[in-house]
């Protein structure tokens, strides 16, 4: 035995784990932290799944794996691509022993690749034909009604059709990690639930606000979803250990800072015609762009087809940018808690392919990259967006380890090597 | 002017001047042939109609609006409303004879 | 000035799988649900060759992406080791054509069942320029040019070992040169006519079935005919296979455009049949299954001459001279050296598209790095001029006299059923303006290296030992007899301001 289990919960919150435990909405987890640590735990830069869950994963930062985002721009072209498991660059952790992993719906892990084990991957997916490995399971899967992920047009079109797919998702993962729990003899568990980022997005304010009309059923996830860890803790037996994280937080939408629309009106950033919205509609005379949430690249010269940035002038730029973040208020409220240069965050071999600042917003602004808004604020239909310095960190182990003071997404592998036993 | 997904609405139905646009596709070979005839009739029309086009694979959300059947698909827009919706490949004179009824 | 293929996308290129990542459908059926991110709406590929690179817009131009480099003397993008499969591999082109894209740094592949050299054998002929086996012509071709061949015997009728084939090597286009190109073959008796369509039609019909199977995404660039057009007596233009849109049918006062739809074929003997057929099954199949394909009209092909096939005697490749293989230019050259008149049917005044082989050459490259989007049938026609069999023969004879030799000009029975006078007009703008093609070879030139090749006494020789298979027996009517000859005559001493002459539109 002395199994090690992961269960993943994207986007949720220290803070309403918490909650949810003190409350008695989710009693078996409040028993469980009684038996372990619970901390808060800082999440990747920027915090974005794919990034942080490629943290999580291989254990290294975004300088050693090379996803910074959940679209890059692929370099010597103003084409926006979408890093899947062939553009990682840093083995994950079950990719470096010999042992049996079960891997179930990690985000970022698409096209599955052979290992020892089970592995399905989680968003974005385009087919389960290839987001399964061994593919002998796929008949399996398909018969038990598994799905990659919850169709989010839903939520567009009724929450209350939102709502029943998230449950229905949520069944058919936990039956299938049922299923394979007890179908292969492994060393790793890892199950992620991701449709909890997705209610975090839509719904956040129905947990907020208690007169909400979904106020009730958003809780009655979280109630499902603490049945479910219930089960899987009662599966375990005392030798093995059991880590639960999310890969970053959740907190109220008050505005969206539109990035490109601020970099628009300071002249950082010339497009050829307003309403095209494509990196490759950018003048030769643009200076800086955003990508999502808040990553800002120079367009130098060299690495894009209309890059003009000489290296001599990039140090004033980016200064010249610090300033104006570091003065964009709305209301009077500072937009901008930090502004971070590559070389503070990242270390690695891929420190090139890194964006040259990236703002971290205050509490409440909801950074984002894209290139349609002219308007610097603005609201949607999502009330949640995604917080860096409160995601949870929980570990129930046997073993006499040590855990970070301030852990971050990097130390998960850390952590469970420590377990193993390794060093 | 060839237009997409992202500027469709605004520069067909938000339009202040009639608008001609075909929606095509690279394997369509009569699609294919359109095109001298579209770029005649955009400059023999500048500034009273809008004559364009847009490639329906290309952009999916557009060719999912208009439930299309058969390209080219050619629609006739005035004051954001269809006013006329025809398929398959059209002399340039055909084409003239659709224009001139809302100008 | 820019290269013609620098802003051509993923859209175009072979390494983009488009399958699994795009609804495809035909005109008129409904949609299915489409496979996309829900994020962004937007399509997006995955490139075979940049796995790494994730799920992108297929966006990025030929210029941009890595995969493409620029070749400066045919000032086009290539793509980098690209595989190309040449069906036919051991012909006249097909050889030619290896050793041309092997010397540019493709990888090439191919197959043949040298059903050719069986043919000119049955026709108790050979090739005047001496060719060696397979085996001597790979590793000539390894030694002399440094190429890797990868070749394969085999028959285009055998699906399952095709298949194969097209499995490990996975060619990012197909060159089919794999069929029995001769016209008087194919009116020899029911037996030939048969074996031809067999060969040729249901040849090309398996193959798109493998290629759907195996390798969709490649471009199947397919030899076809200006035969296939036939010369139409009211010298209505010949397009690229496809009408323009300023194309106008009117009937009974009423009008429709012509815009998209093929142009009227009208072949000449059951081997242009067959590529007639191949024409709509290329054509169906682009449209069923989103393969994309050019189909190439092309003109008589006459010559010897490549830098590759000159490099070396072991690289020379194949010129035919009897009645059933060899084209009517190689033909009034051996007949030339033979001293025999030249041969021209009826009243010579077929006009006719040539190409000379490295021209043609030139062309083929230029599409290989060209290809159509997905589902996209397209045609050209390649020709580099247009002439009248008359003036064929005069220009064949002046050439001559340059090496001593006084020709002569015979006028014999045509044996074949076909218009003999007739106007013909023909658009080719394709190549040159899309594809950046200029031809470099005049007749005069091309015709004067067939001479000093052919002139030598080795090949001389070749030629004397096959004079028996010149003269034209293969009647369309079906009657075995040689044609009868009309006059003889000395060249310039005919009137060639009368009578049609062929009109050829580059210019866009």
Same mark, same amino acid.
């Given at each position: 035995m002395g199994r090690i289990v992961i269960i993943g919960l994207d986007g949720v919150p220290f803070g309403l784990m918490d909650d949810l435990a003190n409350r008695g909405i989710m009693p078996n987890f409040a028993n469980l932290r009684e038996k372990g640590t619970f901390k808060a735990m800082e999440s990747a830069i920027p915090e974005i799944s794919s990034v942080s869950w490629s943290s999580i994963i291989t254990g290294v930062n975004p300088g050693e794996h090379g996803i910074f985002g959940f679209m890059d721009l692929i370099p010597g072209t103003y084409t926006l691509s979408f890093p899947n498991f062939n553009t990682i660059k840093a083995p994950t952790f079950w990719q470096k022993d010999n042992n049996k992993h079960v891997i179930l719906n990690v985000p970022s892990t698409y096209p599955a690749k052979p290992m020892n084990g089970f592995h399905v991957a989680g968003f974005v997916a385009l087919d389960l034909e290839n987001a399964?490995?061994?593919?002998?399971?796929i008949p399996k899967l398909e018969e038990l009604n598994y799905r990659i992920d919850v169709d989010s047009e839903k939520g567009h079109q009724s929450k209350e059709l939102f709502m029943k797919d998230l449950f229905r998702t949520l069944e058919a993962r936990h039956i299938t990690a049922k299923h394979l729990w007890d179908d292969m003899d492994w060393q790793t568990f890892m199950y992620v639930i991701t449709g909890t980022d997705r209610i975090g997005h839509f719904l956040w304010d129905a947990y907020e606000n208690k007169e909400h009309e979904f106020h009730k059923q958003f809780l009655d996830y979280f109630k499902r979803i603490d049945e479910m860890i219930g089960e899987i803790s009662n599966k375990m037996s005392d030798d093995d250990s059991l880590i639960m994280i999310s890969d970053h937080g959740m907190g109220l939408t008050e505005s969206n800072v539109y990035v490109n629309a601020v970099l628009r009106e300071h002249n950082f950033l010339e497009l050829e015609d307003a309403d095209r919205i494509n990196h490759n509609h950018m003048k030769a005379s643009t200076k800086a762009f955003a990508l999502d949430p808040g990553r800002i690249y120079l367009n130098k010269e060299g690495k894009y087809p209309k890059g003009t940035v000489k290296k001599e002038d990039e140090e004033k730029i980016l200064q010249e940018l610090t300033n104006v973040f570091q003065n964009l208020e709305k209301d009077g409220k500072k937009v901008i808690k930090k502004i971070f240069r590559k070389e503070d965050v990242y270390s690695g071999p891929y420190l090139d392919d890194a964006p040259d600042l990236i703002l971290m917003a205050n509490k409440g602004f909801n950074l984002r990259g894209t290139l349609a808004k002219k308007e610097l604020f603005g609201t949607d239909i999502f009330t949640g967006m995604h917080t860096q310095d409160d995601a949870f960190l929980f570990v129930k182990t046997p073993k006499s380890i040590k855990i970070p003071e301030n852990p971050c997404v990097i130390d998960v592998v850390k952590i469970m090597n420590e377990i193993k036993g390794d060093k | 002017m060839e237009l997409y997904d992202n500027n469709f609405d605004e520069e067909?139905?938000?339009?202040?001047i009639p608008v001609l646009v075909e929606l095509w596709a690279s394997w369509c070979p009569p699609c294919k042939m359109m095109e001298p005839v579209m770029n005649s009739l955009e400059k023999q029309y500048e500034g009273k109609v809008k004559v364009c086009k847009i490639n329906i694979d290309k952009n999916p959300k557009t060719s999912d609006k208009f439930d299309i059947k058969g390209v080219p698909t050619f629609l006739l827009v005035k004051a954001g409303e269809v006013i006329e919706r025809v398929v398959a490949a059209k002399t340039e004179e055909q084409l003239k004879e659709m224009i001139n009824k809302v100008l | 000035m820019k290269p013609c293929n620098a802003n051509r996308t993923c859209w175009n290129c072979p390494a983009a799988m488009l399958k699994g990542n795009i609804d495809f459908r035909a005109c008129g059926q409904a949609k299915e649900k489409k496979k996309q991110l829900s994020e962004s709406s937007q399509v997006l590929i995955e490139c075979s060759r940049r796995k790494d690179l994730g799920q992108f817009a297929p966006t990025i131009t030929f210029e941009q992406c890595p995969e493409w480099e620029l070749n400066e003397e045919y000032n086009t993008y290539m793509l980098k080791n690209m595989r190309v499969m040449i /069906?036919?591999?051991?012909?006249y082109l097909g050889w030619t054509l290896a050793l041309k894209l092997g010397k540019l740094g493709f990888k090439v592949s191919g197959i043949d069942n040298y059903w050719r050299r069986d043919c000119v054998m049955e026709k108790g002929a050979h090739t005047v320029v001496p060719i060696t086996r397979m085996t001597d012509r790979l590793r000539a071709a390894k030694e002399v040019l440094g190429l890797d061949i990868n070749f394969r015997k085999l028959d285009i009728l055998d699906r399952a070992k095709l298949k194969e084939f097209l499995d490990e090597v996975k060619p990012e286009a197909i060159v089919h040169y794999a069929e029995c190109p001769s016209a008087p073959y194919s009116m020899v008796d029911a037996a030939h006519a048969v074996k031809v369509q067999e060969n040729n039609v249901l040849g090309t019909l398996g193959l798109l079935w493998v290629m759907k199977e195996t390798v969709p995404e490649s471009c199947l660039i397919k030899l076809g005919t200006m035969g296939e057009y036939g010369a139409p007596l009211t010298g209505r233009p010949i397009f690229e296979g496809i009408f323009p849109a300023n194309a106008v049918l009117k009937w009974n006062d009423r009008e429709w455009s012509l815009g998209g739809e093929l142009t009227p074929r009208d072949p000449v003997s059951f081997y242009h049949v067959s590529k007639v057929q191949d024409t709509f099954n290329v054509y169906e199949a682009c449209k069923y299954w989103w393969l994309r394909s050019y189909d190439i009209m092309q003109g008589v092909i006459y010559g010897v001459h490549t830098d590759e096939v000159a490099a070396d005697p072991r690289l020379r490749t194949r010129l035919d001279m009897d009645e059933w293989f060899g084209t009517v230019i190689n033909r009034f050259v051996t007949q030339s050296i033979l001293g025999m008149p030249l041969t021209i049917y009826g009243e010579g005044e077929q006009i006719r598209g040539f190409i000379a082989l490295d021209d043609a050459m030139q062309c083929m490259v230029r599409l290989i790095c060209n290809p159509p989007e997905a589902g996209q049938y397209d045609v050209v026609n390649q020709v580099s001029g247009l002439i009248r069999v008359k003036d064929l023969a005069e220009t064949v004879a002046k050439v001559s006299s340059n090496f001593g030799i006084n020709t002569k000009i015979q006028r014999v029975e045509n044996p074949r059923v076909e218009a003999d006078k007739h106007p013909l007009e023909v658009v080719s703008t394709k190549l040159p303006n899309m594809l950046g093609f200029e031809p470099k070879i005049s007749f005069e030139k091309e015709i004067t290296e067939m001479f000093k090749v052919l002139t030598q006494p080795e090949i001389k020789a070749r030629i004397e030992e096959k004079k028996?298979?010149?003269?034209?027996?293969?009647?369309w009517d079906g009657v075995k007899q040689e044609s009868e000859s009309f006059e003889t005559y000395d060249p310039?001493?005919?009137? /060639?301001?009368e009578g049609y002459k062929g009109v050829l539109h580059t210019k866009d």
């Amino acid at each position: 035995m002395g199994r090690i289990v992961i269960i993943g919960l994207d986007g949720v919150p220290f803070g309403l784990m918490d909650d949810l435990a003190n409350r008695g909405i989710m009693p078996n987890f409040a028993n469980l932290r009684e038996k372990g640590t619970f901390k808060a735990m800082e999440s990747a830069i920027p915090e974005i799944s794919s990034v942080s869950w490629s943290s999580i994963i291989t254990g290294v930062n975004p300088g050693e794996h090379g996803i910074f985002g959940f679209m890059d721009l692929i370099p010597g072209t103003y084409t926006l691509s979408f890093p899947n498991f062939n553009t990682i660059k840093a083995p994950t952790f079950w990719q470096k022993d010999n042992n049996k992993h079960v891997i179930l719906n990690v985000p970022s892990t698409y096209p599955a690749k052979p290992m020892n084990g089970f592995h399905v991957a989680g968003f974005v997916a385009l087919d389960l034909e290839n987001a399964v490995y061994p593919k002998e399971y796929i008949p399996k899967l398909e018969e038990l009604n598994y799905r990659i992920d919850v169709d989010s047009e839903k939520g567009h079109q009724s929450k209350e059709l939102f709502m029943k797919d998230l449950f229905r998702t949520l069944e058919a993962r936990h039956i299938t990690a049922k299923h394979l729990w007890d179908d292969m003899d492994w060393q790793t568990f890892m199950y992620v639930i991701t449709g909890t980022d997705r209610i975090g997005h839509f719904l956040w304010d129905a947990y907020e606000n208690k007169e909400h009309e979904f106020h009730k059923q958003f809780l009655d996830y979280f109630k499902r979803i603490d049945e479910m860890i219930g089960e899987i803790s009662n599966k375990m037996s005392d030798d093995d250990s059991l880590i639960m994280i999310s890969d970053h937080g959740m907190g109220l939408t008050e505005s969206n800072v539109y990035v490109n629309a601020v970099l628009r009106e300071h002249n950082f950033l010339e497009l050829e015609d307003a309403d095209r919205i494509n990196h490759n509609h950018m003048k030769a005379s643009t200076k800086a762009f955003a990508l999502d949430p808040g990553r800002i690249y120079l367009n130098k010269e060299g690495k894009y087809p209309k890059g003009t940035v000489k290296k001599e002038d990039e140090e004033k730029i980016l200064q010249e940018l610090t300033n104006v973040f570091q003065n964009l208020e709305k209301d009077g409220k500072k937009v901008i808690k930090k502004i971070f240069r590559k070389e503070d965050v990242y270390s690695g071999p891929y420190l090139d392919d890194a964006p040259d600042l990236i703002l971290m917003a205050n509490k409440g602004f909801n950074l984002r990259g894209t290139l349609a808004k002219k308007e610097l604020f603005g609201t949607d239909i999502f009330t949640g967006m995604h917080t860096q310095d409160d995601a949870f960190l929980f570990v129930k182990t046997p073993k006499s380890i040590k855990i970070p003071e301030n852990p971050c997404v990097i130390d998960v592998v850390k952590i469970m090597n420590e377990i193993k036993g390794d060093k | 002017m060839e237009l997409y997904d992202n500027n469709f609405d605004e520069e067909v139905f938000k339009s202040d001047i009639p608008v001609l646009v075909e929606l095509w596709a690279s394997w369509c070979p009569p699609c294919k042939m359109m095109e001298p005839v579209m770029n005649s009739l955009e400059k023999q029309y500048e500034g009273k109609v809008k004559v364009c086009k847009i490639n329906i694979d290309k952009n999916p959300k557009t060719s999912d609006k208009f439930d299309i059947k058969g390209v080219p698909t050619f629609l006739l827009v005035k004051a954001g409303e269809v006013i006329e919706r025809v398929v398959a490949a059209k002399t340039e004179e055909q084409l003239k004879e659709m224009i001139n009824k809302v100008l | 000035m820019k290269p013609c293929n620098a802003n051509r996308t993923c859209w175009n290129c072979p390494a983009a799988m488009l399958k699994g990542n795009i609804d495809f459908r035909a005109c008129g059926q409904a949609k299915e649900k489409k496979k996309q991110l829900s994020e962004s709406s937007q399509v997006l590929i995955e490139c075979s060759r940049r796995k790494d690179l994730g799920q992108f817009a297929p966006t990025i131009t030929f210029e941009q992406c890595p995969e493409w480099e620029l070749n400066e003397e045919y000032n086009t993008y290539m793509l980098k080791n690209m595989r190309v499969m040449i /069906l036919g591999l051991d012909g006249y082109l097909g050889w030619t054509l290896a050793l041309k894209l092997g010397k540019l740094g493709f990888k090439v592949s191919g197959i043949d069942n040298y059903w050719r050299r069986d043919c000119v054998m049955e026709k108790g002929a050979h090739t005047v320029v001496p060719i060696t086996r397979m085996t001597d012509r790979l590793r000539a071709a390894k030694e002399v040019l440094g190429l890797d061949i990868n070749f394969r015997k085999l028959d285009i009728l055998d699906r399952a070992k095709l298949k194969e084939f097209l499995d490990e090597v996975k060619p990012e286009a197909i060159v089919h040169y794999a069929e029995c190109p001769s016209a008087p073959y194919s009116m020899v008796d029911a037996a030939h006519a048969v074996k031809v369509q067999e060969n040729n039609v249901l040849g090309t019909l398996g193959l798109l079935w493998v290629m759907k199977e195996t390798v969709p995404e490649s471009c199947l660039i397919k030899l076809g005919t200006m035969g296939e057009y036939g010369a139409p007596l009211t010298g209505r233009p010949i397009f690229e296979g496809i009408f323009p849109a300023n194309a106008v049918l009117k009937w009974n006062d009423r009008e429709w455009s012509l815009g998209g739809e093929l142009t009227p074929r009208d072949p000449v003997s059951f081997y242009h049949v067959s590529k007639v057929q191949d024409t709509f099954n290329v054509y169906e199949a682009c449209k069923y299954w989103w393969l994309r394909s050019y189909d190439i009209m092309q003109g008589v092909i006459y010559g010897v001459h490549t830098d590759e096939v000159a490099a070396d005697p072991r690289l020379r490749t194949r010129l035919d001279m009897d009645e059933w293989f060899g084209t009517v230019i190689n033909r009034f050259v051996t007949q030339s050296i033979l001293g025999m008149p030249l041969t021209i049917y009826g009243e010579g005044e077929q006009i006719r598209g040539f190409i000379a082989l490295d021209d043609a050459m030139q062309c083929m490259v230029r599409l290989i790095c060209n290809p159509p989007e997905a589902g996209q049938y397209d045609v050209v026609n390649q020709v580099s001029g247009l002439i009248r069999v008359k003036d064929l023969a005069e220009t064949v004879a002046k050439v001559s006299s340059n090496f001593g030799i006084n020709t002569k000009i015979q006028r014999v029975e045509n044996p074949r059923v076909e218009a003999d006078k007739h106007p013909l007009e023909v658009v080719s703008t394709k190549l040159p303006n899309m594809l950046g093609f200029e031809p470099k070879i005049s007749f005069e030139k091309e015709i004067t290296e067939m001479f000093k090749v052919l002139t030598q006494p080795e090949i001389k020789a070749r030629i004397e030992e096959k004079k028996h298979v010149i003269m034209p027996k293969t009647r369309w009517d079906g009657v075995k007899q040689e044609s009868e000859s009309f006059e003889t005559y000395d060249p310039g001493t005919k009137n /060639l301001e009368e009578g049609y002459k062929g009109v050829l539109h580059t210019k866009d």
